[in-house]
């Protein structure tokens, strides 16, 4: 079975149609400002976090130096940035 751009927006429109999400998909202008607000806040509303999230992991051990890191799915890189400026390799 060959997966075509068409059959994939098909069947994507139907299960739109059957999410818990309703017709919340419609209002798609609402949610973008919704994150788009989130996403400003987002640098202020995490300053302090990551410092000790990674000053965590190398009490524990976890980051060792020379340690490979993989930043994936965790935001807008905000470890990967502050672990590269560590001198981590990425």
């Known amino acids: 079975?060959?997966?075509?751009?068409?059959r994939c927006k098909a069947a994507w429109d139907e299960e739109k149609n059957d999410s818990y999400l309703g017709d919340s998909y419609s209002k798609i202008d609402?949610?973008?400002?919704?994150?788009?607000?989130?996403?400003?806040?987002y640098p202020d509303g995490t300053k302090g976090y990551?410092?000790?999230?990674?000053?965590?992991l190398e009490?524990?051990?976890?980051?060792?130096?020379g340690i490979t890191v993989m930043d994936?799915?965790?935001?807008?890189g905000t470890y990967g940035l502050n672990?590269?400026?560590e001198g981590r390799v990425l």
Do not use: F
């Open 1 to 6: 079975m060959y997966y075509t751009h068409d």
């Open 72 to 76: 994936i799915g965790c935001g807008p």
């Open 50 to 56: 990551q410092k000790k999230i990674i000053d965590l």
């Open 59 to 65: 009490n524990e051990k976890v980051l060792q130096p």
């Open 83 to 85: 672990l590269s400026r």
């Open 30 to 41: 609402e949610w973008g400002d919704y994150w788009s607000y989130l996403a400003a806040k």
